[in-house]
């Protein structure tokens, strides 16, 4: 089954980084009806051709679209507008998310009958000194985040689109628009 969902993955420098997140997308229980890479990476990724396969297999819009150095938000905006559904998901190269995050997302939308729902994310760590750093940042339990979230695409006609000019706190900065305007 697909939703009829654009979602929109922001890239630079990191085609190991990309091609583990498509290749997770094959296990998905609901697909993206188009995949949007935003990519502003120096040396352009070379995405597996079993993805663009499966895409092809599951009639699944999949576009890369090359913009140069692109901070998140920037790269965000251009995925905003180039979608073509009006529904938006958000993830980063580094976000693995569950198979059924995109099912459940998409029930929830459609079954309350809301602009959108966040992500929830839970930070791992790989290491001895990422135990640590997570211990003294994010901890264990999952904290809200925009990669993982579906948001209408109308929501945007009110906040206004990502801060295009920071490196970093352009989500944040939006989620807290969003909440102003009480969505």
Same mark, same amino acid.
């Not at 958000?90 to 029930?107: G, M, R």
């Given at each position: 089954?697909?939703?009829?969902?654009?979602?929109?993955?922001?890239?630079?420098?990191? %085609?190991?980084?990309?091609?583990?997140?498509?290749?997770?997308?094959?296990?998905?229980?609901?697909l993206?009806?188009?995949?949007? *890479?935003?990519?502003?990476?120096?040396?352009?990724?070379?995405?597996?051709?079993?993805? =663009? $396969?499966?895409?092809? $297999? /599951?009639?699944?819009?999949?576009?890369?679209? %090359?913009?140069?150095?692109?901070? @998140?938000?920037?790269?965000?905006?251009v995925?905003?507008? !180039?979608?073509?559904?009006?529904?938006?998901?958000?993830? $980063?190269?580094? =976000?693995?998310?569950? /198979?059924?995050?995109? %099912?459940?997302?998409?029930?929830?939308i459609?079954?309350?009958?809301?602009?959108?729902?966040?992500?929830?994310?839970?930070?791992?760590?790989?290491?001895?000194?990422?135990? *640590?750093?997570?211990?003294? =940042?994010?901890?264990?339990?999952?904290?809200?985040?925009? @990669?993982?979230?579906?948001?209408?695409?109308?929501?945007?006609?009110?906040?206004?689109?990502?801060?295009? !000019?920071?490196?970093?706190? %352009? $989500?944040?900065?939006?989620?807290?628009?969003?909440?102003?305007?009480?969505?």
């Open positions: 089954m697909k939703a009829e969902v654009s979602l929109i993955i922001p890239c630079l420098n990191s %085609e190991d980084g990309l091609n583990k997140l498509l290749t997770n997308i094959t296990t998905w229980s609901i993206p009806a188009e995949i949007l *890479i935003v990519d502003s990476s120096a040396v352009k990724p070379i995405i597996s051709k079993i993805f =663009t $396969d499966f895409c092809d $297999d /599951q009639i699944i819009s999949f576009k890369v679209i %090359e913009k140069n150095n692109l901070y @998140p938000g920037k790269a965000r905006n995925g905003i507008q !180039s979608a073509s559904y009006p529904v938006l998901a958000f993830l $980063d190269i580094s =976000t693995i998310p569950s /198979q059924k995050w995109l %099912e459940f997302a998409w029930k929830e459609n079954t309350k009958k809301i602009d959108g729902i966040w992500g929830s994310t839970v930070y791992k760590a790989n290491s001895w000194f990422h135990t *640590i750093i997570r211990a003294v =940042t994010f901890g264990n339990l999952p904290i809200i985040t925009l @990669p993982g979230s579906l948001i209408n695409a109308k929501v945007f006609e009110t906040s206004g689109l990502f801060i295009g !000019s920071t490196r970093a706190g %352009e $989500d944040a900065d939006w989620m807290s628009r969003v909440a102003l305007h009480n969505f």
